[in-house]
């Protein structure tokens, strides 16, 4: 666990967090920008508002002095408002001279004269929000302004309001959303414990019940996974606690007939001895290499997808030529009735099981046996078949088992049929007792499925 | 002594009744518990084995089974569980089951003849090794017998005829048997065996030494001390 990678709590946390703060920021955004909407509506209605209260001041004023309305320097204290500090306004005659000037408004023209309506104007004592009216039949012109700055710094101060307690909030967030992950998590967190916890041989189901559904998956694919470690590790001891006890006899016996030439009075006697305990020694190899085999075929693993296509009567045939070395071959009548066909399966597996089905066979038979292969709808079907004694359904039953010799003791180890198993079981198929031959003896089908390629022509 | 030998695997079956014989046993070898009940369960009394020499693993059912229903049946007969299993839990449950003694294979062809000479000891309620008969002293272990302090030169037949009436002082053996004690199934008998054996015996123990009754059988004379 040393290698963590990246952490589903930390970036959960600070996605929360970073979406949280990303969202606070963008409705400060917007605040700022409709409360300065707000603001530049408001105010541009209290400009206008201003602009006619001048207007009317101006008209009075200028009544007083027809005459000389270039020179009058008019008090425009009658002109009040709630916004007047920030306000300021210009009146320029039909000549454009600023003929009225509010105090604290700028010198230059806020507004080209003539101009009417609302204006921004950029002025070297800063931005004007600027509206301007036309009066007297155009003679007289009234620019009433306002700093940019008043309105924005309006907006921003509202704005700020919103911000400002949420950068403390923010980090009263990141750790609420750690909190919140920590215990939405808790079930992951637990899992993995429970998992890692475990002792080395421990393969019982890991507990289901309280795991989110988002996580039953992967319990059960846990489950899955441990089921086939478990099937995997109780087959290993099965073999070995098999493997020990089927060695050990014939080891014993090899020993005893070690003892028994030892002890031996006479030549023959010790000759005999020594003539079985060299039978002794073959048996026990042929033990061990079945073991061996059948150990390979259970650490090998089949990609099915993958299997290259083998001859299916070329296999049946070399099976069969295998048996002819045996002495008991000459009694017994072989037929071999395999189509010429590809399969896909695997060509070193394959051939195994074969061999061990046709020894079988031939150890049984009483008079004849065959060797038969079908093709059907891609399913494949290779049937051994002899005319020996057979097998009971009791014997049956255990006649796949591992180191399960039957009744009759031909010999073997009982290893020949649980390899045959297996191998169709690396296949995906299966195997089967079938019907013998002349209504007795014994069948054994194995049938491997979506293995079947085409009939050679 | 006559034993019957319960071993499924054909090996070391015979590489037992073999090594059993080289001790002088009448071996009768089965390879199943079907077999071995007709020959010893289902034979009851009249079942003449000594002793049982028994594997658990057999193809048709559990050893273990067998001895439990022949001790159901009161059937007596010592049995010597010879197994692979070798489990503490499976030896109590053999000796529990009714067994004498248990070994694990691989058996020791010698200790398995001990054990056996134990057992036939503890039958016979004598813990000492040796059989004493008047001046006779037979010697089980290393198969030697001495008459006073001097060396008796004996065949294994012969000796098997001894250990026979040495085994049961004072009782008479019919022909019959001595031909079961001396001999296993597939063994071939000359009608005459035992007479020859009995012949040489007193030859080299002395005339008086072996008493026959006649029409029932013969019994050692000093085993009527």
């Known amino acids: ?457 | 002594m006559r034993l019957l030998l319960v071993e499924d695997d054909a090996m070391l079956g015979a590489a037992l009744r073999t090594g059993l014989r080289q001790d002088g046993h009448a071996v009768d070898w089965v390879r199943s518990a079907g077999e071995a009940d007709t020959a010893w369960i289902a034979a009851g009394k009249k079942a003449a084995y000594d002793a049982v020499v028994l594997d658990l693993g057999l193809p048709d059912g559990s050893g273990l089974d067998l001895l439990k229903r022949a001790r159901q049946r009161r059937v007596a007969t010592p049995v010597l569980i010879a197994t692979a299993r070798d489990r503490v839990a499976d030896r109590i449950a053999g000796l529990d089951a009714g067994a004498d003694d248990y070994m694990v294979k691989p058996v020791d062809l010698d200790e398995l003849a001990a054990r056996l000479r134990a057992i036939e000891r503890r039958v016979a309620g004598r813990s000492e090794p040796a059989i004493v008969i008047g001046d006779i002293a037979i010697e089980p272990a290393t198969r030697s017998v001495t008459q006073g302090d001097q060396p008796v030169d004996l065949t294994a037949r012969e000796l098997a005829v001894l250990l026979a009436l040495a085994r049961r002082p004072g009782a008479t053996l019919s022909r019959e048997q001595l031909v079961e004690a001396l001999y296993g199934w597939e063994e071939s008998i000359e009608s005459n065996a035992i007479d020859v054996h009995i012949h040489h015996l007193r030859r080299k123990l002395g005339a008086d030494f072996i008493e026959t009754q006649r029409g029932l059988g013969w019994r050692l004379a000093g085993g009527r001390r």
């Open chain 1, 1 to 457: 666990m040393k290698h963590r990678g990246w952490s589903l709590r930390a970036r959960l946390t600070w996605l929360l967090v970073g979406a949280a703060v990303a969202a606070w920021i963008a409705s400060s955004v917007w605040l700022y920008r409709s409360s300065l909407e707000q603001t530049n509506r408001l105010f541009d209605a209290a400009l206008v508002e201003a602009a006619h209260a001048v207007l009317a001041v101006v008209a009075r004023e200028l009544s007083h002095h027809p005459e000389d309305e270039d020179e009058a320097e008019i008090e425009l204290e009658a002109v009040d408002h709630a916004h007047s500090e920030s306000i300021f306004y210009q009146v320029r005659s039909s000549r454009g001279e600023i003929v009225f000037r509010s105090p604290g408004a700028p010198r230059e023209p806020l507004a080209a004269a003539g101009s009417a309506g609302f204006a921004d104007a950029r002025l070297p004592g800063g931005e004007y929000r600027v509206y301007s009216l036309q009066a007297r039949g155009e003679r007289t012109t009234i620019h009433v302004a306002q700093p940019v700055r008043v309105r924005t710094q309006l907006a921003q101060s509202a704005a700020l309001r919103l911000l400002l307690p949420g950068l403390v909030l923010a980090a009263a967030l990141a750790i609420g959303a750690w909190l919140i992950v920590r215990r939405v998590t808790a079930p992951v967190i637990d899992f993995a414990g429970a998992i890692d916890a475990r002792a080395p041989g421990d393969s019982t189901p890991v507990r289901l019940d309280g795991l989110p559904a988002e996580l039953r998956p992967v319990g059960l694919a846990v489950n899955r996974l441990f089921a086939r470690v478990d099937d995997a590790l109780r087959h290993e001891r099965t073999l070995t606690a098999d493997a020990a006890h089927e060695l050990r006899t014939p080891l014993a016996a090899l020993r005893a007939q070690a003892q028994v030439a030892l002890r031996a009075r006479d030549e023959g006697e010790r000759g005999e001895a020594l003539q079985a305990l060299i039978g002794g020694v073959d048996r026990a190899t042929r033990l061990v290499e079945t073991v061996l085999a059948l150990a390979r075929l259970d650490a090998r693993s089949l990609d099915r997808a993958a299997l290259p296509a083998v001859s299916l009567d070329r296999i049946a045939a070399e099976a069969v030529g295998a048996l002819k070395a045996s002495p008991r071959a000459q009694a017994i009548r072989i037929e071999l009735v395999v189509p010429a066909a590809l399969v896909r399966a695997d060509p070193e597996s394959l051939p195994i099981a074969l061999r061990n089905l046709c020894e079988n066979a031939l150890r049984h038979a009483a008079s004849r046996m065959r060797v038969e292969a079908s093709t059907d709808g891609g399913e494949v079907t290779i049937a051994v078949r002899d005319d020996g004694p057979g097998m009971t359904a009791e014997q049956q039953a255990r006649g796949f088992d591992r180191f399960y010799r039957g009744a009759t003791d031909g010999g073997g180890a009982g290893l020949g049929l649980a390899l045959v198993k297996r191998v169709a079981e690396m296949h995906g198929g299966h195997v089967r007792f079938a019907a013998g031959l002349d209504g007795r003896g014994l069948g054994v089908e194995l049938v491997l499925p979506g293995t079947a390629v085409e009939h050679k022509a």
